[in-house]
């Protein structure tokens, strides 16, 4: 089977550059599998989230994730670089990581409480919506009526009575209705409107 040029330059490329081969990874040494190919470290969810409370709090830390929920980067963000790299560490499975998810968040939000630090929750939450004058206000409302007005103008000149078929507008002709809906029922006169006698 002759390789094409293309295929030599590709893998070349790849080669220099760092890049794996595609098929790389099936061809590695079953004896020595990446640490996420053999079997978690944890598979309790209790015994996960105290290890992830564990790193969260070591000296080390602390410092670099407040600097980061006071530089603003969401919580779901720290969250999920914690969470992954445990898993790359084979600390527990993509199912695990997903459970941990909320506990995890919870716990930075915790140490960023108690640092006073105000934290965002995603990094797209903190884009605070413009303000609306009174003016800009009536002016959109008004757009929206005068839309709503020409919408309603073009389906009532749309509608076609063919479009019903023959046998549904033979049914309704045939329902009867209450004669009680039909007519006007008398009110009794509200209390408030009662002369005194």
Do not use: C, H
């Given at each position: ?88 560490e084979g600390k527990w ?20 409480e108690k640092a006073n ?51 549904v507008r033979q049914q ?26």
């Open positions: 089977m002759a390789i094409s040029e293309k295929a030599v330059e590709f893998l070349g490329n790849s080669l220099a550059t760092g890049k794996s081969v595609p098929g790389q990874s099936l061809t590695n040494d079953p004896k020595q599998p990446y640490k996420w190919e053999q079997p978690p470290e944890f598979v309790n969810t209790k015994e996960a989230s105290l290890y992830v409370f564990s790193v969260l709090t070591t000296p080390e830390t602390v410092p670099n994730l407040l600097e980061s929920v006071s530089n603003g980067v969401g919580i779901v963000d720290l969250a999920s670089i914690v969470l992954y790299s445990g898993f790359l499975n993509p199912d695990l990581m997903t459970l941990l998810m909320e506990p995890t968040m919870y716990m930075i939000m915790a140490l960023a630090i105000k934290y965002v929750v995603d990094t797209g939450d903190d884009d605070k919506e413009p303000e609306i004058t009174g003016d800009q206000q009536e002016k959109t409302f008004k757009r929206g009526l005068t839309a709503l007005e020409e919408i309603k103008n073009q389906t009532v000149n749309r509608i076609n009575p063919q479009t019903i078929p023959v046998e309704i002709e045939q329902i009867e209705l209450p004669k009680g809906l039909l007519e006007k029922q008398e009110q009794p006169d509200s209390l408030l409107s009662k002369e005194d006698k």
